[in-house]
């Protein structure tokens, strides 16, 4: 009672699934629902390449990010072209995972299921932990409850989408907008102000310069390596295309035409804010520096310091943006796990939408992997980078490899221009995921290569058991079944009362073969009570009387009936079990549930069927026998008065 | 069958009814398990009578010590004189509820129980925190983790009671008889070196004297009010006298005779050990200390020193048997709590004896209880005493006024020596139970004021549910219940599979005068595709097809209940829900459970029968049907094969 209102209160009043067709989403909320992740990124994926280049290089790794920013941009122009050939080809939704299984076969599409399902619980991770970095950097006493600010976050989008799309599209897309605006306008007022000579180089703080800079490894200077290694670190800005091709079901109609649509903007905007810091960064050098972030330097030196209105709208956006781009994860992952459910690979359950029509489960087991991240690595981003990009590029390269065979087995019109495009873009990425596996392995890459086989063999598993049932399960239409030979037994406990007389005639009226009493007693000495106790009801059912000298009732209940289905050439064992049932869940407390273990133990054996005959005991006061067998028309009355 | 394997290995192998017998105790151990917590009350009794009087009196309050422990001996000649009387009126034990119960009526009785079941609960609080003090005094490192080791020492002695009592005595007895024969030498050694000359009064120590004296409680000087507050902290001593009269059933035949021989040694060596205690301290003049018991410095001063072995097994048989006198109220209160609840005033469960014949419910709840306590008050012996001598004082001033009715009833041989010594007891008692209510009210003793009715009425609501459901379920022998007019549902899933056809077989063979099929669908557009597959099964009964558009199960199939229920005149309705039954428990997570919602929900509908129809699936490859109807020779072989 009081969970349900709970509910109600955190997620709103059910929807019917008719309502369903009105929770699809105008363009404008889909870019604030799917967009966010890719966008986000922007907002770190610059500072990362620093991170790994200015210990070899210093102050010179500045020189590298143009270039390296415009390789990942190439790197976006080539995967976002191919994906736009999916969204046409699958307008059911599914991207990776679906065109792998249509193309490529079971094995590539687990792997692709498994490679996106740990990519969006990472999303979420990284994107809470950067929030929350963002936000602490800002509100200095709110440092140290990382964790504890990364696991709310969560549990505020996760309840965020229980409580339907629609109205997280509402709630997400104004930061998205705020982000896009106040970026573009650092970045144009900013090489604006550098062209025309009012704004110069910041200088170099070498006290934070010498926290990053290591005189060992400067030695090596920049090699190929650590240009690959700031390549991947870069290349997570990627993350987040994949997400409308999941999710085209959400779009309004045309859906596929939309969702291309959507994902242009989205390449357009990222792209371009992507290499807009780059350059931006080549020219005002900010020095990288553990207390303030490369973007927050920059957005100062732009805007005019840190109690600039323009600054601090900057810095607000960012950890409003970063923060809700798990968002994005939280509108695709349940979508995902349905269609992988539906087709056998995880539980059903994750089918079910719940009563605002979202896919409730799904939701749920996000929040609780991503928090458990969250908790393991003690929400810090540069831990959880370095697992992030396998489980992207990956199911980049089977999406592609499979649009190949796609445009090769169908020759559609026009079906040389797609294949090459496609063709390049699987190139293209499956060389990024050997230069991420390579260059990280060590520190961390490892993790999502051994998680998504597990995951591969848990999704086999779990088809196997379906696949198990089905069979056993399946039946023709011309099967015909003969009326049935019962053998039946009634449990009587201490005492005969109403309910067992009552479970007598029930038995009675399956016309059983064999209809037998039974009754467990603890101290030998109780049996002839009970026996006699029997004969005064002149029910004409023999009782047996069964001694348990270890005080257990399940064990020789179960032995009893094994015994009579070897004896008895019957169809089906039928054990009815008088149950006492009170009002109130205290009072049940005061009543033994040995018949509840006994319940769930028959319930386990085979060609056994369980009846439950309650007998119900209101409150003090009033006593009103359980069935309407002998004074039925009292009982009636009784209960209408009740109401 | 990992938690069972732990059971075995924790407690012991089962123990069948009839070993009960073999379970009683010889004399020389029911003394170790019964009389622990009386004896070693005197290890903190004397003390506490200082802790009160010093702070107004200074050095000067060592004067009063002889003279109050005085008064306690007598008090505790009186109540054992009186409780002798009880063991041989009453050898079936009860003690103080048993007696009033009889002679009293119920609403005394009652107030008897929650008293002592109060104080057995702060018994074993009040000893293991102060053997906790004992141990984390000897041992340093251990210090701050008071709670954490007071629990686990509770933990310790339930496990110990929980593996049957013939093993606690076994445990129990050693350091009891240790510590007796230590302290009978400490008093006789240290009289016979002080009356010798060889030993001289202790310096004062001023500057642990300050911490406890006060200038401004100096003034009053020990007042009447101190007086009686320090005789009911030396009052505690007579805890555990009722522990023999409530556990006499535990004793050898002639239980009455034992069990009063074993209740006058006990008051023998607890009235010696107390008052020698009080002579020696008063001889030697210890300086009450915050860092050592005056036990402890006495120990010091007679053995020589710290190092001297005798000092040393002093120490230790102190602090073992404080924490094992806990065990006294181990070994009674699930006899307490077992006859309360067999006359219907606590749940039915706690007169269950477990694997190994101990009332294992008694032993759990007094482990929690107590455990809570020692949380609440952070294992600190200080807090508890105030709450403990009411509840213990209430029960003797009861049992003992029940026992003068008893006498003017019964008018035995010697009735009148047995009156008087019985009014004696009770006029005795009521004055200490009104001084220590007086006395100590406000520091602690109003819980039990609060706590004691709070549990009669608990008591009273439990006997009114009991005798509810008693005249609910009671039925004569003549009785004739009519054959029942069946109304059947057979609730069907998304697909007709071989658990329906049964589910229907099952149906028809009750020869129900309504049998319908129920399907839920949550899409309208499924109610069709339902429908037609229905049809081709050709079972000769219509199915209703419930549209839910809120998804839910459960709401739509009672709703359809009720309504049938209305429309039939049916005796009972019979809902049959085929369930699918997999092997492993993680297989059941893969299928959804909103049929044990429903059967939940349903159990608690008046006159509704559940039967559960279930589809066993095996492991992977085996693919077995259900019950035997079909295909049973088959069936049969497969089992025998897989056995």
């Given at each position: 009672?009081?969970?349900?209102?709970?509910?109600?209160?955190?997620?709103?009043?059910?929807?019917?699934?008719?309502?369903?067709?009105?929770?699809?989403?105008?363009?404008?909320?889909?870019?604030?629902?799917?967009?966010?992740?890719?966008?986000?990124?922007?907002?770190?994926?610059?500072?990362?390449?620093?991170?790994?280049?200015?210990?070899?290089?210093?102050?010179?790794?500045?020189?590298?990010?143009?270039?390296?920013?415009?390789?990942?941009?190439?790197?976006?122009?080539?995967?976002?072209?191919?994906?736009?050939?999916?969204?046409?080809?699958?307008?059911?939704?599914?991207?990776?995972?679906?065109?792998?299984?249509?193309?490529?076969?079971?094995?590539?599409?687990?792997?692709?299921?498994?490679?996106?399902?740990?990519?969006?619980?990472?999303?979420?991770?990284?994107?809470?932990?950067?929030?929350?970095?963002?936000?602490?950097?800002?509100?200095?006493?709110?440092?140290?409850?990382?964790?504890?600010?990364?696991?709310?976050?969560?549990?505020?989008?996760?309840?965020?989408?229980?409580?339907?799309?629609?109205?997280?599209?509402?709630?997400?897309?104004?930061?998205?907008?705020?982000?896009?605006?106040?970026?573009?306008?650092?970045?144009?007022?900013?090489?604006?102000?550098?062209f025309t000579g009012d704004l110069h180089p910041l200088p170099v703080d070498h006290k934070e310069l010498a926290h990053f800079t290591n005189p060992e490894t400067m030695i090596g200077g920049v090699t190929l390596f650590l240009l690959m290694r700031a390549f991947s670190s870069g290349a997570i800005a990627l993350s987040g295309v994949e997400a409308i091709s999941n999710g085209i079901q959400a779009f309004r109609k045309p859906e596929s035409r939309n969702a291309a649509i959507t994902l242009t903007w989205t390449a357009f905007i990222l792209g371009g804010l992507f290499f807009g810091l780059a350059v931006l960064a080549d020219q005002l050098r900010p020095t990288l520096s553990e207390s303030q972030t490369i973007l927050s330097q920059m957005g100062r030196a732009v805007f005019g310091g840190g109690s600039s209105p323009l600054y601090i709208i900057l810095q607000a956006s960012t950890a409003a943006i970063l923060?809700?781009?798990?968002?994005?994860?939280?509108?695709?992952?349940?979508?995902?796990?349905?269609?992988?459910?539906?087709?056998?690979?995880?539980?059903?359950?994750?089918?079910?939408?719940?009563?605002?029509?979202?896919?409730?489960?799904?939701i749920l087991v996000l929040a609780f992997a991503a928090g458990l991240l969250v908790v393991a690595f003690g929400a810090s981003v540069s831990s959880l980078v370095p697992l992030f990009a396998v489980g992207l590029f990956t199911a980049f390269t089977l999406s592609q490899a499979g649009m190949v065979v796609h445009h090769w087995r169908l020759r559609e019109p026009r079906w040389h221009v797609g294949i090459v495009i496609n063709a390049v873009g699987a190139a293209a990425t499956m060389l990024v995921l050997a230069v991420i596996l390579i260059s990280k392995f060590t520190e961390g890459a490892w993790i999502p290569t051994v998680v998504i086989p597990l995951l591969v063999v848990l999704f086999k598993g779990i088809h196997r058991h379906y696949a198990t049932v089905e069979r056993a399960l399946h039946v023709d239409p011309d099967v015909v079944i003969p009326p049935i030979k019962h053998t039946v037994v009634v449990l009587v406990g201490e005492r005969v009362h109403l309910g067992v007389l009552q479970a007598i005639a029930y038995a009675k009226s399956l016309h059983p073969q064999f209809l037998h009493a039974v009754s467990v007693v603890y101290e030998p000495e109780d049996a002839d009570n009970r026996r006699a106790q029997w004969e005064r009801f002149h029910l004409e059912v023999p009782l047996d009387v069964i001694d348990s000298p270890y005080r257990d009732l399940t064990g020789p209940v179960i032995e009893y009936v094994d015994k009579l289905d070897e004896r008895w050439d019957s169809d089906v064992v039928t054990v009815i079990i008088p149950e006492l049932v009170v009002r109130r869940w205290w009072q049940q407390l005061l009543h033994n549930q040995s018949a509840l273990w006994l319940k769930g133990r028959l319930l386990f054996r085979e060609g056994t069927v369980v009846i439950s005959m309650p007998t119900h005991v209101l409150d003090p006061g009033e006593v009103k026998h359980p069935m309407p067998i002998r004074r039925r028309r009292r009982r009636r009355r009784n209960r209408r008065d009740q109401q």
């Open positions: 009672m009081t969970f349900s209102v709970l509910k109600r209160v955190l997620l709103g009043r059910p929807l019917p699934s008719q309502a369903f067709e009105q929770q699809r989403l105008p363009k404008r909320l889909a870019l604030g629902v799917f967009s966010t992740d890719a966008i986000a990124s922007t907002a770190f994926a610059t500072q990362e390449i620093l991170v790994v280049l200015v210990p070899a290089a210093g102050m010179a790794a500045l020189g590298y990010l143009v270039p390296i920013s415009l390789v990942v941009v190439a790197l976006l122009v080539i995967v976002v072209l191919s994906y736009t050939q999916t969204l046409y080809a699958y307008p059911n939704g599914g991207g990776s995972y679906i065109v792998s299984r249509k193309n490529l076969g079971t094995y590539p599409s687990l792997v692709a299921a498994a490679s996106l399902m740990v990519d969006y619980t990472l999303t979420v991770s990284v994107s809470v932990a950067a929030g929350v970095a963002a936000i602490t950097s800002a509100v200095a006493p709110l440092r140290g409850n990382q964790t504890l600010l990364g696991v709310g976050l969560i549990a505020f989008i996760a309840l965020a989408n229980l409580r339907g799309v629609r109205e997280s599209g509402r709630l997400f897309a104004p930061p998205t907008y705020t982000y896009i605006a106040i970026m573009t306008l650092l970045i144009g007022y900013g090489l604006f102000r550098t923060t809700l781009s798990a968002n994005t994860a939280f509108a695709d992952f349940p979508r995902l796990s349905a269609i992988i459910a539906r087709d056998g690979y995880m539980p059903r359950q994750l089918t079910n939408r719940g009563d605002r029509l979202v896919l409730s489960n799904g």
